[in-house]
Nanobody, 120 residues
Framework: QVQLVESGGGLVQPGGSLRLSCAAS????????MGWYRQAPGKQRELVAA???????NYADSVKGRFTISRDNAKNTVYLQMNSLKPEDTAVYYC??????????????WGQGTQVTVSS
């Protein structure tokens, strides 16, 4: 069974920084892509950033230049460095692992979510 465990959320003032981490555990052979999504109250879940196993990245226009996604394939862990945070970044951030190959399955998985609040 694959589990994604997120950490690093919290309350930060506008202009501040946070670093989110997400570690995938289980009998994992490989993971195609890992990414971060967010969902604000009353809004749909949206892609924030994603990274493939080869290091190709994709960002939402709203976070380009402020957020950086990185990945440690050996640890099956993905990170999201968030700088110059704005109140509109406030949301629950979810980790996603796409194309996870284990001893028994191929599938996609989600973390439980971590709250990020940007407020003075």
């Amino acid at each position: 069974q694959v589990q994604l465990v997120e950490s690093g959320g919290g309350l930060v003032q506008p202009g501040g920084s946070l670093r989110l981490s997400c570690a995938a555990s289980g009998s994992i052979f490989s993971i195609n892509a890992m990414g971060w999504y967010r969902q604000a109250p009353g809004k749909q879940r949206e892609l924030v950033a994603a990274i493939t196993s080869r290091g190709s990245t994709n960002y939402a226009d709203s976070v380009k230049g402020r957020f950086t996604i990185s990945r440690d394939n050996a640890k099956n862990t993905v990170y999201l460095q968030m700088n110059s945070l704005k109140p509109e970044d406030t949301a629950v951030y979810y980790c996603n692992a796409d194309g996870v190959v284990t001893t028994a399955s191929l599938g996609d998985y989600w973390g439980q979510g971590t709250q990020v609040t940007v407020s003075s």
